[in-house]
């Protein structure tokens, strides 16, 4: 909630369920809000005692109730870095008219096609 008071009520900007959905809502513009906030830890506590707190709330959230249907509570980036592992170990799936595209942008900026794989990786 505070991150839709900042981003969105205080900026002007669209709030509480009133941004365009970007793949859905053609009709009318999204009016998305931003809020950008820059901070250094250790003008607070010293960064050993920030790490060493950081690792404490996230060994909490991880041991917190999981939902139903979960086999575990995640903390924002986990998803994405286990993501990231998946692709690295077997590649980026793109479908046939996606490396169609990429190849004519190779082609018209004359360098060498792209290298593709039928089989993912792995």
Known sequence: ML??????????????GDVGD??????RPQDVGHFFLAMRPDLFVPEEEYRKRM???IERVHAAP??????????????????????????????????????EEAAKA???ALVV??????
Do not use: C, W
């Open 22 to 27: 970007q793949y859905k809502a053609y009709d």
């Open 110 to 112: 004359g360098v060498a």
């Open 117 to 122: 794989a039928a089989q993912p990786r792995g």
């Open 3 to 16: 991150m839709d008071i900042f981003g969105g009520v205080i900026s002007g900007a669209n709030f509480g």
């Open 66 to 103: 999981t939902a139903q249907g979960f086999d575990e509570v995640l903390v924002p980036g986990e998803p994405e870095l286990r993501h990231e592992a998946e692709r690295r170990r077997t590649g980026i799936p793109y479908s046939a008219s996606e490396v169609a595209a990429l190849q």
């Open 55 to 57: 690792d404490t709330l």
